[in-house]
């Protein structure tokens, strides 16, 4: 597993030891940064389920301004300060939280800027995509009006087309991987 490109483009990433993530494969996330584009450059961004950080750690590289990551497993956070460390990122620019997304999304919003890009990558067999879309779609106030949602799942996931003010805009299907992305809006469906 390795950054694709950027400023720490080719560098090795160590995945958390236990095997119970699912890292993105340098194909998808080549492509998955393609279709941001510009989208990337001076983001604020929130990196759920974050696992080794790859996706957050391939944004920051890219030129996001901040990343957070965000996971409950004490060998993802490990894995991911372990990958910022050996990057040498500027502590300045990331955060590290051990929560569940659900009690991160309904804690108190970040002292400055609302994410402008969320990267929602749930272990396949569980539910939790879903919860954490209506909760973004909703009235979290973390996110920025305009916020950028990619959730990476299975092909046979239930992953509908809307979200309360969140609206598929895209899915790119590789293999039996999908990326959908999702924009918020001021208005939606409840």
């Known amino acids: 597993m390795r950054v694709v ?4 483009g080719g560098r090795t990433l160590t995945a958390p030891k236990g095997g119970h ?3 993105t494969s340098d194909r998808v996330k080549e ?3 393609a279709i941001l584009r510009d989208e990337v450059c001076e983001a604020v961004v929130l990196d759920l389920y974050a ?4 996706l957050g ?3 920051l590289s890219r030129g996001a301004r901040r990343a957070t990551f965000v996971d409950r497993n004490p060998k993802s956070i490990a894995a991911i300060r372990g990958n910022l460390r050996g990057l040498r990122v500027a502590p300045e620019v990331v955060t590290v939280v051990k929560s569940t997304v659900n009690a991160h999304l309904s804690g108190p919003s970040p002292a400055d800027d ?3 890009l969320v990267f929602l990558d749930p272990p396949y067999d569980t539910p939790d995509a879903a919860a954490t ?3 973004l779609g909703g009235d979290c106030e973390s996110v920025a009006d305009d916020v950028t949602v990619v959730v990476e799942h299975a092909r046979d996931a239930d992953i509908a ?3 309360g003010r969140l609206t598929r805009t895209r899915a790119q299907r590789y293999g039996d991987t999908v990326l959908s992305f999702f924009r918020r809006s001021e208005s939606g469906t409840e």
């Open 31 to 33: 492509s998955l940064f």
């Open 5 to 8: 490109a950027g400023t720490y």
């Open 51 to 54: 696992g080794s950080g790859a």
């Open 133 to 135: 879309l209506h909760a």
């Open 161 to 163: 087309a809307a979200y």
């Open 57 to 59: 750690i391939e944004a």
């Open 114 to 116: 609302a994410y402008d």
């Open 21 to 23: 993530t699912r890292p």
